[in-house]
């Protein structure tokens, strides 16, 4: 039996989670619920967070996963911990994986995040970062340089204009913060934000390093580096190695064409087949997510 991976993000940022976890764990079933009829999430309260990753966390386990991602740093920054006590499975989120990359890949070096408000006001990747600092040697402490809030970014790649003038315009804007403190590496805090790689790369120029913590998580659900939760160990193949299609659906609380449209920029042409807008099914009991638009 292959293990059941139950994901959730606001929207399509996720996808990003999504598909590095398809490429490590390819026969593994995944069940993704974009929360776009809510989103965005990066100006949500703490109370707010919490109340939907439980509902869509309940949704979820009604589905038999086996672990659950929080494919989205905002509810990762705020109610990880707090989801991790009420699930009854393994709960992985964005932070640890975003700054042992950033260990890994910058260490000594000047290190920033873009994020959402709401993941800025919650200082969980400074704190995450100093934790890192004291448990490691001077030469690969993480120097770290500013948190940067990023609002305009997470409604155009919604809106499907990843690649647009505004884009770029809004990439401009918050780079500025990047390049005025000699920043030397970037985590992309937001599961939407590897969506604006070439925007941000037109800006920050080729020498800033864009850190996207995606497949450090697919790695966390591939070795059950749960943060001691409870130990799984699926198994990592290579990519497309005698491996069955993998089970996947979508469910969105949104609008299913908006989202099929912003996510095969990134999946390609074979997303959404089974894409399900959350309460056009009759065998999935969905009572659990309450949709106040
Ligand atoms: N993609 C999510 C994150 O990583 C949520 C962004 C939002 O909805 O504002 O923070």
Redesign the pocket.
């Known amino acids: 039996m292959q293990p059941k991976i139950g994901m959730f993000?606001?929207?399509v940022?996720?996808l990003t989670v999504a598909r590095a976890v398809r490429e490590r764990l390819p026969q593994s079933s995944l069940i993704y619920f974009g929360d776009t009829a809510r989103?965005?999430?990066?100006?949500r309260s703490k109370e707010e967070l919490m109340v939907f990753g439980q509902e869509i966390i309940g949704f979820l386990i009604s589905r038999q996963v086996d672990v659950v991602v929080v494919a989205?740093?905002?509810s990762s920054a705020h109610v990880l911990e707090e989801l991790r006590e009420v699930c009854s499975v393994p709960v992985i989120g964005?932070i640890d994986a975003a700054i042992a990359l950033a260990g890994r890949c910058a260490p000594g070096k000047r290190v920033g995040v873009l994020?959402?408000e709401a993941?800025v006001a919650s200082g969980a990747f400074e704190r995450r970062a100093m934790q890192w600092n004291e448990e490691r040697p001077e030469a690969e402490r993480l120097v770290w340089t500013v948190s940067q809030a990023c609002p305009r970014f997470?409604p155009l790649v919604e809106a499907g204009l990843s690649d647009s003038a505004e884009a770029l315009a809004a990439a401009r804007a918050y780079g500025e913060a990047i390049l005025r403190t000699k920043t030397e590496a970037v985590i992309l805090g937001?599961?939407?934000y590897p969506f604006l790689r070439g925007a941000l790369r037109a800006c920050l120029g080729p020498d800033v390093l864009l850190l996207d913590p995606a497949d450090e998580v697919a790695k966390f659900v591939a070795h059950g580096a749960f943060g001691g939760v409870r130990g799984l160990r699926f198994e990592d193949r290579e990519i497309g190695q005698g491996a069955e299609p993998p089970n996947v659906r979508y469910y969105v609380s949104g609008s299913t064409d908006l989202f099929w449209q912003a996510g095969r920029v990134l999946m390609g042409e074979g997303f959404a087949r089974e894409l399900v807008r959350q309460g056009q099914l009759n065998d999935v009991d969905v009572g659990m997510v309450r949709i106040q638009p």
Do not use: L, W
């Open positions: 993000d606001s929207g940022g996720g989103a965005p999430y990066g100006c989205c740093n905002t964005m994020a959402t993941t997470v937001c599961t939407h």
